[in-house]
Structure formats: C-alpha cells, structure tokens
C-alpha cells in the first residue's frame, strides 16, 4: 500500500512544480508583476530543487525516514497553502521556495522508502511507481490545475495541490512503515560514496541522456506548428499522447529486475537516441510526428527510474538518500543544459527539426556510459528490506 501512497504524493509534489507554468499571465496580474518576473517563480524554484536536494539530504540524514517523509509532505502542504493566500509577490516567492525544498527533499527519503518496503526484486517496480505520479502529472497533474485556475483563479489550484498534498500525509501516517535507520554515514564518506566510478558514470547516463531529452521536448510546441503544421488543438493532443507515453515507460521500467538493469539500460537510452535522431524524417508527417512525440515521453520515463534504482543500489544504505538527491540534482542541471543546448540550435538558424539530430550526440554519448556500468559496478552493503526484516 505505501507504494500507492508514495505516488499520490509524488504526484502533488509534481504537480506543485509544473501547475505554475499554466497560470503565469493570471499570477502576474494579479500580483501586478511583469510574467518575466512571474516566470523567475519558476526559475528560483529550479535552483532551489536543484542545490536543496542534496544540502538538505545531509542535513536530515540521522532523522528517521518515516518521520522525515511525513515532515516533507507537511511541508508541500503547509507551502500550497501559502501559495493559495499570498498577496503579493514576494510572499508567493517564499512559499514556492517551501514546496520547492519539499520536492527536493522529498524524492530523495521517498525512493529509499519505496526501495525498503519492498523485495529486493521489486525495487525497481517500486522507484518506477514513485516517477510515475511525475509522469501523471505532466498529463493530469497540469492541464487540470490550469482549468481549476481559469474557472476559479489562480489560488484555487494551489487549494487542489494542498489538498493532493495532505491526502499523501494521511497515507503516510498511516501506512508508512517504520524504516531502521542505518548508522548515519559522516560527511566525508557520504561525499565520498559519490567519487566511485560507478556513481559518476550513473550520474553520467543521466546528466547526457536528460540533456538531449529536454532540448527536444522543450521546443516541441514550435516543431508540431512550424514543421508538422499542427494547429494549437493538435498540438495539445501531441501533448497529451506524450504524457501517455511517459506513463507507458513508467510501466516498462518497473518490469525490469534490479540485477538486469545494466542490460536494459543501453538499449532504453539508445532508443532514446534513434527518436532523436528520426525527428527531421517524422515531424513533416503529422501521425508520425504524434507517434514519435508519445515514443520520446515513453524513453525518457524507462531511462529516469533505471538509472535511479541502479544508483541507490551501489552505495550502502546510509548513503542511498543523498546518491537519489543528487541524481535529481544532475537531472535538473541537464533541464539547463537541454533548453540552452534547444535554443543555440536555433539561434544559429538550423530550424526546429535539427534540434533533435543535434541532441541525439549528447543522448549517443550517454548510450556508450550506459554500456559500461556493468564494468563499474560495485557492491553494495545489507538491503534496505533486510534492515526491515531485522
């Protein structure tokens, strides 16, 4: 059951972070602020998701994990709720900085959680679970929260989230599990854990493949209109189709066993890599532009939980929580990356459709590292579900 619980909070959070990007215009308004600087809501979030995540891994790491995962989701309520009531623009702005440190902090304690209450061989099933309320979000999660905003306002989304929210705090009250905690790691061996060759070349897989991922996605509205031809309505319904896709890579990554992982994981990023290469040949099509949009959704989401599980399963227990916070850390470090890497293709008159092809050498070169993390493997200390059998 907790693995339920885990995505009805995963898919708060998410939807805490993505829900903004639809209510710009009418937060700026209202707050009467330019939607430039509504947008930098977005972007100090970002920074704080990104630099908080780990800082806040240490900070937390003698707290026990069901007490501090219950913390993080009284905190992502407490912060939706002070988003709903704020007036002005610098009280939005601290109460985005709470939900953005609850979402940092949260992806971390959740994946050791989701990894400890279940088999050694369902782990992945259960890390995919966790990724897959962030998947339900970008197709659910966001359309949703903008309709509530238009017909209700702005702060009646941030009500929805609080609500999301506190219901994915009852059921960890209720059905989380108490999780031993491992002697808790030194600074300097849990930064250490990170200096093996294997986490860098984990964090690797993600840093490439992400990077390529999100310089596509991040400029597909202007594919779909100016290369495909696609009208705004057809254009949501590529959305759409994405979102299911990303659902549908979810699924398939819970499929695969822990001790599979560096097999299927190639293969994952280099399908990856031939959606990306393929766009100049799809996006003038307008079903196989739709079909191709629903593919890279569905690669991105199997290639994100593989690379986390197979992560957090070469460290010991006490240093599972940070190697998580810092693969989200890389994660948004590649988001920059991709939608710089998206805009120079443009800016040096490629056109949309090259973006693609241009992001499949970053994606090409995380296939190569993800080919060699069997050579790198390491062995890791007692399972997180041992510790619960003790």
């Known amino acids: 059951m907790i693995i339920y619980v885990l995505f009805v909070c995963s898919f708060a959070v998410a939807t805490a972070e993505f829900v903004l ?42 707290l026990p ?53 279940v088999p050694p061989e369902r782990q992945t099933v259960a890390v995919a679970r966790l990724f897959g309320g962030f998947a339900l979000a970008t197709v659910l999660g966001l359309p949703l929260g903008s309709l509530i ?39 300097r061996d849990s930064v250490g854990a990170l200096l093996r060759p294997g986490i860098y070349a984990g964090l690797g897989v993600t840093l490439l493949a992400l990077t390529g991922f999100v310089a596509a996605f991040t400029y597909v509205a202007p594919m779909l209109r100016t290369v495909t031809g696609l009208s705004p ?68 989401f199997l290639v994100v939980p593989l690379v986390q599980t197979w992560l957090m399963g070469q460290v010991d227990t006490a240093t599972t929580g940070l190697v998580a916070a810092v693969n989200i850390s890389v994660a948004g470090a590649a988001g920059a990356l991709g939608a710089a890497l998206g805009g120079t293709v443009l800016a040096i008159g490629l056109g949309p459709a090259w973006i693609g092809p241009v992001a499949a050498v970053s994606v090409l070169a995380g ?5 060699r993390l069997t050579r790198v493997s390491t062995p890791r200390g007692p399972s997180p579900a041992a510790l619960l059998d003790r």
């Open 149 to 187: 905003g238009e017909a209700y306002g702005w702060p009646a989304t941030f009500v929805a989230v609080a609500g999301l929210a506190a219901l994915g705090l009852l059921g960890v009250l209720v059905f989380c599990p108490r999780i031993p905690n491992p002697p808790p790691a030194g600074v």
């Open 21 to 62: 990007v639809g209510l710009l215009p009418q937060v700026a308004t209202d707050l009467d602020v330019s939607v430039a600087a509504a947008g930098q809501l977005v972007t100090a979030y970002m920074i704080v998701v990104t630099v908080g995540g780990p800082v806040a891994t240490v900070l937390t790491r003698r």
């Open 233 to 300: 309505g057809w254009v949501s319904v590529g959305l759409v189709l994405y979102g299911l896709g990303t659902i549908a890579g979810n699924l398939l990554a819970g499929r695969v066993r822990p001790d599979a992982i560096t097999r299927r994981l190639p293969l994952a990023v280099g399908a990856l890599t031939a959606i990306l290469l393929a766009q100049p040949l799809l996006l003038p099509v307008a079903p196989l532009a739709l079909a191709g949009l629903a593919l890279l959704g569905a690669t991105a």
């Open 367 to 371: 296939t190569i590292v993800a080919t």
């Open 65 to 117: 994990r069901r007490e501090l995962l219950a913390g993080t989701m009284a905190l992502a309520t407490v912060s939706a709720v002070a988003s709903a009531m704020a007036t002005s623009y610098p009280m939005l702005l601290s109460a985005r900085l709470g939900s953005a440190l609850a979402q940092a902090l949260f992806m971390a304690v959740a994946s050791q959680v989701a990894m400890a209450s």
